[in-house]
Structures are given as structure tokens and as C-alpha cells.
């Protein structure tokens, strides 16, 4: 089963936004679930409580039985925001929930991992989804609280990046959190794209990005 969370910069989106990916791994044969998460002014660490939630909610017998589920082969995809999100989850950074031992595969499409690079517009985003000016020392000093980039372990469950070259996500957070996962041990996929697609858009703008994406999923969770 996959969980996708959708992005919006934490202020806006739905989860209807992944609807056309929801649909495309359905019929590659997946039962897929785009949940709804709070937004702001709801602070973080609130956003990922909430897929946690979302996830062990999906698990339990009843829509197991419901759905058909593999409850023991999950499949974690977020986009923008929400592949922030995602990554804070199964990297577990404290006080974030501890994450289902049953994610095996984590897809993250334009997100921010690390207070690097950021445009002023990110800067903006980051700091009201923390509610800390990410550009002073006092806030950079809760970076290793913040940031999934800082909390990876070997155990962590296989992911692929994806980013384009030129777009809101600054391409070197998705290169520095993979090079992050590599020194650790985790098996990783970086996945660069030509222009300015962001998020779940950059899976339309590359005849090969979806393909390669269902793949990295068959390969994990199959």
C-alpha cells in the first residue's frame, strides 16, 4: 500500500492534489492513500503526527480487510512540503512519532531536508512551519531537531529523490540528502530532471520519472 502527502507549503494543498499519482499506481497495482495533514498556523511537529496517524489509521484490521492491504509493505510518497514531511517521519527526528517499521520504501519529490540554499521564499515557509527564524543562530541551533537531514540511520528504509535542476526546491538539498543517506548505508536514488517542474509535476515533465518512480516501489515493497 502507498500513503502519498501532498505539498502546498504547508499553508495550502489537498489531498486530492496527488490524485492523478493516487490513480497512476492504482493501476500499476497499488492501493494508494493521499491523506490531508494540518496546516499552518498548526506548527510542526503537528503535520507529521498527523501522517503517522494517517498510516497506522490505513493499517488497522478493518481497512485491511476493506482495502485488501498488505499492511507490512508500505510505501511512503511526498511531494514538496509533504516530502519533507516524509523524510522528518521516517528519519524520526524527536519528538516526531516513531515511524512504522513497515514503511519500506520512501519517495520524496522536491523537498527540503536541511537549512541550506533556501530562497527567501523557503526562508518565509521554513521559518512559520517551525516557528523560528531559520536564518538566526538560535533557530539553526534546533536544526538537529528540525532537519530529517540530520537524523539518518542505516535502518532507514530505502528512498528516491527526485528534483529538478532549476526549480523551488534548491537542487543541492536533494543532492545532500542523498549523499547523506549513502555515507549511512541507505540505499538511495537521485533522480535529477531538466527544468523548473516542482513536486509531483516533475513526474509529467520527464517521460521517464513516473516509470522509474513505480519501479523503485516494485523493487521495495514487491
Given at each position: 500500500?502507498?500513503?502519498?502527502?501532498?505539498?502546498?507549503?504547508?499553508?495550502?494543498?489537498?489531498?486530492?492534489?496527488?490524485?492523478?499519482?493516487?490513480?497512476?499506481?492504482?493501476?500499476?497495482?497499488?492501493?494508494?492513500?493521499?491523506?490531508?495533514?494540518?496546516?499552518?498556523?498548526?506548527?510542526?511537529?503537528?503535520?507529521?503526527?498527523?501522517?503517522?496517524?494517517?498510516?497506522?489509521?490505513?493499517?488497522?484490521?478493518?481497512?485491511?480487510?476493506?482495502?485488501?492491504?498488505?499492511?507490512?509493505?508500505?510505501?511512503?510518497?511526498?511531494?514538496?512540503?509533504?516530502?519533507?514531511?516524509?523524510?522528518?517521519?521516517?528519519?524520526?527526528?524527536?519528538?516526531?512519532?516513531?515511524?512504522?517499521?513497515?514503511?519500506?520504501?520512501?519517495?520524496?519529490?522536491?523537498?527540503?531536508?536541511?537549512?541550506?540554499?533556501?530562497?527567501?521564499?523557503?526562508?518565509?515557509?521554513?521559518?512559520?512551519?517551525?516557528?523560528?527564524?531559520?536564518?538566526?543562530?538560535?533557530?539553526?541551533?534546533?536544526?538537529?531537531?528540525?532537519?530529517?537531514?540530520?537524523?539518518?540511520?542505516?535502518?532507514?528504509?530505502?528512498?528516491?529523490?527526485?528534483?529538478?535542476?532549476?526549480?523551488?526546491?534548491?537542487?543541492?538539498?536533494?543532492?545532500?540528502?542523498?549523499?547523506?543517506?549513502?555515507?549511512?548505508?541507505?540505499?538511495?536514488?537521485?533522480?535529477?530532471?531538466?527544468?523548473?517542474?516542482?513536486?509531483e509535476a516533475v513526474l509529467n515533465s520527464d517521460p521517464a520519472a513516473l516509470p522509474d518512480l513505480l519501479a523503485f516501489l516494485d523493487g521495495a515493497l514487491r
Amino acid at each position: 500500500m502507498l500513503v502519498l502527502v501532498h505539498g502546498g507549503s504547508f499553508s495550502g494543498g489537498r489531498a486530492a492534489d496527488l490524485d492523478f499519482l493516487c490513480r497512476a499506481t492504482a493501476q500499476h497495482g497499488y492501493a494508494a492513500f493521499s491523506v490531508d495533514y494540518r496546516l499552518l498556523p498548526t506548527r510542526w511537529p503537528a503535520q507529521v503526527d498527523d501522517v503517522s496517524s494517517a498510516i497506522d489509521w490505513i493499517s488497522r484490521p478493518a481497512q485491511v480487510a476493506r482495502f485488501h492491504l498488505d499492511p507490512t509493505r508500505i510505501g511512503l510518497v511526498g511531494a514538496s512540503a509533504g516530502a519533507t514531511i516524509a523524510a522528518q517521519l521516517v528519519t524520526h527526528s524527536p519528538p516526531t512519532p516513531v515511524p512504522s517499521p513497515h514503511i519500506r520504501a520512501v519517495a520524496l519529490l522536491s523537498g527540503v531536508y536541511a537549512p541550506i540554499g533556501l530562497s527567501s521564499t523557503l526562508t518565509d515557509v521554513e521559518t512559520r512551519y517551525f516557528g523560528c527564524d531559520v536564518t538566526t543562530p538560535a533557530c539553526a541551533q534546533r536544526a538537529r531537531v528540525i532537519y530529517a537531514g540530520n537524523w539518518v540511520r542505516s535502518t532507514d528504509p530505502p528512498m528516491f529523490i527526485v528534483n529538478s535542476t532549476d526549480e523551488l526546491a534548491p537542487l543541492g538539498q536533494a543532492q545532500r540528502f542523498a549523499a547523506t543517506l549513502t555515507a549511512h548505508g541507505v540505499p538511495n536514488r537521485l533522480l535529477v530532471v531538466p527544468g523548473t517542474s516542482h513536486a509531483e509535476a516533475v513526474l509529467n515533465s520527464d517521460p521517464a520519472a513516473l516509470p522509474d518512480l513505480l519501479a523503485f516501489l516494485d523493487g521495495a515493497l514487491r
